[in-house]
C-alpha cells in the first residue's frame, strides 16, 4: 500500500449564512498497519471504509474550518483514536464541536509519526490563526490544508483571516522547502512548491 492515500468528501459550508457545496481532499498518510488522517471531512464512515483494517493513530487538522473537522468526532469515536489541532484554533473548533476539546496541541516543529512516515508540524497561519501544515522530507512532500494551492495562498476574507500573514507562512515556511516539494492542498489538485511560489514574487514586491 502507498503511504499516501487520498480520499475526495464533499459535503456543505456556510459562511455568514451563506450556504455552498464543497468537496475536500482527506488524506490517510501511512503503512498497512496504521495510519494518520489529515482533515477529516464530511464523511466519517467513508473515512473508515479508506483506512481499512489498519489502526487510525489519530486524527490530525490543518485548521478548524467547519469543513475540514465537522467529521472528525465521530471519526475519532468510532476508531477511538485522538484529535490534534493547533490551540490558536480552539475558538472555531468550539463553533462546529462545542462540547467536546480535542485531545492534544499541534505545535510547531512537532514531529508525528504515521506508520513509517515523519511528518513535522509547520505552523503556517493567516487563513486561520492556527492553520498548520505537514512536512514529510523522506516523501518530499507538503500537506498544506487551505494555506497554499496551485494558484497561490487560501482564502483570507473571513474575520479570523489575514492575507499578510498568510503571505508570510508560505514565504517562510514553505517556499523554503525544495521546490520539487509536492504540495496536497485541502481542496483541488496538487502542486509544487515551486509552481505554486511563483505568484507570491508579485506579491512581495507589492509590499506583503
Known amino acids: ?30 503503512n498497512d498497519e496504521s495510519a494518520v ?89 493567516g487563513h486561520t490563526p492556527g492553520g498548520v501544515s505537514f512536512h514529510s522530507p523522506e516523501l518530499g512532500v507538503v500537506f498544506s490544508g487551505d494555506t497554499l494551492f496551485p494558484d497561490g495562498p487560501g482564502a483570507t476574507g473571513q474575520p479570523s483571516s489575514d492575507f499578510p500573514t498568510i503571505i508570510a507562512s508560505i514565504r517562510d515556511q514553505l517556499t523554503t522547502l525544495p521546490g520539487d516539494t509536492i504540495v496536497h492542498p485541502g481542496h483541488g489538485e496538487s502542486t509544487t512548491i515551486a509552481e505554486a511560489a511563483h505568484p507570491l514574487e508579485e506579491w512581495s514586491a507589492r509590499g506583503f
Do not use: K
Not at 480520499?7 to 464543497?22: M, N, P, Q, W
Not at 468550539?94 to 515523519?118: I, K, N, S, T
Open 37 to 125: 488522517v489529515i482533515d477529516a471531512a464530511h464523511d466519517h464512515e467513508r473515512i473508515a471504509r479508506g483506512l481499512g483494517d489498519r489502526e487510525l493513530m489519530a486524527i490530525v487538522c490543518t485548521h478548524g474550518h467547519p469543513d475540514h473537522i465537522n467529521a472528525a468526532v465521530a471519526l475519532a469515536d468510532l476508531t477511538d483514536c485522538p484529535i490534534l489541532l493547533h490551540p490558536d484554533d480552539s475558538e472555531l473548533w468550539h463553533q462546529v464541536h462545542p462540547y467536546r476539546e480535542p485531545d492534544a496541541p499541534l505545535l510547531h516543529g512537532e514531529v508525528l509519526r504515521a506508520g513509517d512516515v515523519e511528518l513535522t508540524v509547520l505552523h503556517t497561519p
Open 1 to 30: 500500500m502507498t503511504p499516501i492515500q487520498q480520499l475526495r468528501t464533499s459535503g456543505v459550508f456556510s459562511v455568514e449564512g451563506a450556504e455552498s457545496d464543497i468537496e475536500n481532499n482527506v488524506w490517510i498518510v501511512g
